[in-house]
């Protein structure tokens, strides 16, 4: 069926009996048939010759991305059945809403047994980020299998791997749109509008990831000062002028996204002056601010990407928490956040809590987060998970 066979050292067929889909490169003994290339289909047996699974292969520690573990094509077919239950999923989850809500994540990675894909939907385009050199290969026929599935839902879709594929594999990948390339970049989420920046965006230009969490913080907003402490393009922000908050103020280091933030604050609220938004450095922002604000947002990048940098991360996450538990308003509620992946919910935990002491406030916990169900976590990998929040009272 495939070119190349990857034969697994006696024992490490167990994980693949438990459904996990990413064969370690220690965990190969030999290979057989043709040399492999980067982002090829390949076989994997365990040494006893049973069939284990079928996946991409890359060069790296993860060595092949398990796509299947029963033996198939992976052609067209393959992937519009995939794509067809990550859409019956979201639909029937409500995500897909009409003028109300038409942003969320269609294919979250391993989440959606899609291995090294991510694609999120804005109203009518689909951005798709390949992770995989195997990914990055199969995204014309992603796309014709994404059209075929969506129909007249999309008329866009737009492929963004440019810092998302591994640099080594020098694919010479480009951003392009694969169908369409026009049209309105406004989308919406729970009734609010924005505009979503694919072309030069982070990420596929928005976090639809918090969409949950920005839902609840509108509930706890009205009547409160806000800081939106790494705002991106204003998501918490409009949830809390929507929620009657008395002022909202919005604060990134990168001006683009300050200048994203404005527009979008605009197209819900044009000329409110409650809002108000500064570019510049969280560390910053938070020595020369005063004690007014009673609600603190902090979502900031991945500290750590890798686990040899975690322990910096957690220091990072003590020291920015340990700010906004200085200056919060008594009677305050802190919503904070970690997206990196390496980062456990309890080594997050365990960051904010050393902060709380050191700054001597009484703290209870209200709530804790994760990622919304177009975000979800295959219960044989559980690494999947990886945006971890808390909503704290601090009195
Ligand atoms: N909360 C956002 C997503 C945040 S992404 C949302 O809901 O969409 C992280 C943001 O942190 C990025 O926009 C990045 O520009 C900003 N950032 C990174 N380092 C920063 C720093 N030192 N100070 C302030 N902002 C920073």
Redesign the pocket.
């Known amino acids: 069926m495939t070119k190349s066979k990857f034969i697994l050292k006696p024992g490490k067929e167990d994980s693949f009996r438990r459904f996990h889909p990413w064969v370690f490169s220690g965990a190969i003994q030999r290979i057989v048939g043709d040399e492999p290339t980067e982002g090829d289909v390949v076989t994997v047996e365990d040494w006893q010759g049973n069939f284990v699974g079928v996946g991409h292969y890359q060069i790296g520690s993860i060595a092949v991305r398990i796509l299947s573990f029963t033996p198939v094509e992976i052609d067209l077919a393959f992937y519009r059945e995939r794509l067809q239950v990550a859409y019956q999923m979201r639909r029937s989850l409500g995500l897909e809403n009409g003028d109300y809500n038409n942003a969320y994540r269609l294919v979250h990675g391993e989440g959606d047994n899609l291995p090294g894909l991510i694609i999120d939907i804005y109203r009518n385009t689909a951005v798709m980020q390949a992770h995989s050199p195997g990914m990055h290969y199969a995204r014309h026929t992603l796309a014709q299998a994404l059209k075929e599935v969506m129909g007249d839902m999309i008329d866009n879709i737009y492929y963004k791997s440019e810092t998302t594929l591994p640099y080594k594999a020098a694919l010479e990948q480009e951003n392009e749109y694969l169908l369409g390339g026009v049209g309105d970049d406004t989308a919406t989420e729970n009734g609010l509008k924005f505009h979503v920046d694919w072309l030069r965006g982070?990420k596929t230009g928005?976090?639809v990831d918090?969409r949950e969490n920005?839902s609840l913080l509108e509930r706890y907003s009205r009547n409160r000062k806000v800081l939106?402490?790494?705002?991106?393009?204003?998501?918490?922000s409009f949830y809390a002028m929507r929620g009657g908050a008395e002022l909202v103020h919005s604060?990134?280091?990168?001006a683009k996204?300050i200048d994203l933030t404005c527009q979008n604050v605009e197209l819900n609220f044009p000329g409110d002056p409650r809002h108000q938004a500064f570019a510049?450095?969280?560390?910053?922002?938070l020595d020369a601010m005063g004690s007014n604000y009673d609600l603190i947002?902090l979502?900031?990048?991945a500290f750590a990407k890798h686990r040899k940098v975690l322990n910096n991360a957690l220091q990072g996450y003590r020291k920015l928490n340990a700010k906004a538990f200085e200056k919060i308003r008594p009677g305050g509620i802190l919503f904070t956040?970690s997206?990196s992946q390496v980062v456990s919910k309890e080594n997050f935990r365990l960051a904010v809590f050393t902060a709380a002491a050191q700054s001597g406030r009484k703290v209870r916990i209200l709530h804790q987060l994760t990622q919304p169900a177009d975000h979800p976590v295959n219960i044989y990998h559980p690494e999947g998970e990886y945006l971890k929040g808390l909503v704290l009272y601090v009195e």
Request: glycine fraction near 6%.
């Open positions: 982070q928005f976090f918090q920005r939106n402490m790494f705002c991106y393009t204003g998501g918490f604060v990134d280091s990168s996204a510049e450095d969280a560390f910053k922002y947002i979502d900031p990048p956040f997206c």
